[in-house]
Nanobody, 128 residues
Framework: QVRLVESGGGLVQAGASLRLSCSASGGTFSRYAMGWFRQPPGKEREFVAA????????SYAESVKDRFTISRDNGKKMVYLQMNNLEPEDTAVYFC?????????????????????WGQGTQVTVSS
């Protein structure tokens, strides 16, 4: 069983940066595509970014493209989300998730139903 634990959230002002981290244990981390999702207050969980198991391909939601960067370190079993130029609309609980069934040649997926394992989330609040 895979356990994911997020960290790095907090309260920041608009324009600031934050780096979220997700630590994995159990399973075979290097075989999983990884994603970040977020759930704004009163809204559905939405896709933010994803990265293939070898780190060679990434995908982003339009709303965060050019501001957020996803990366991973398979040796440390970590995945990161660097968030720059944060906006109040980025306020949400951010979740790390693993897609254990994605084959390397297939495109990254942005639906929550494709991800098997989830962390507990970390709160990011951006004030204006």
């Amino acid at each position: 069983q895979v356990r994911l634990v997020e960290s790095g959230g907090g309260l920041v002002q608009a324009g600031a940066s934050l780096r979220l981290s997700c630590s994995a244990s159990g399973g075979t981390f290097s075989r999983y595509a990884m994603g970040w999702f977020r759930q704004p207050p009163g809204k559905e969980r939405e896709f933010v970014a994803a990265i293939k198991r070898n780190g060679g391909t990434t995908s982003y939601a339009e709303s965060v493209k050019d501001r957020f960067t996803i990366s991973r370190d398979n040796g440390k079993k970590m995945v990161y989300l660097q968030m720059n130029n944060l906006e109040p609309e980025d306020t949400a609980v951010y979740f790390c998730a693993a897609d254990s069934r994605l084959i390397l040649s297939a495109p990254l997926r942005d639906g929550t139903n494709y991800y098997d394992y989830w962390g507990q989330g970390t709160q990011v609040t951006v004030s204006s």
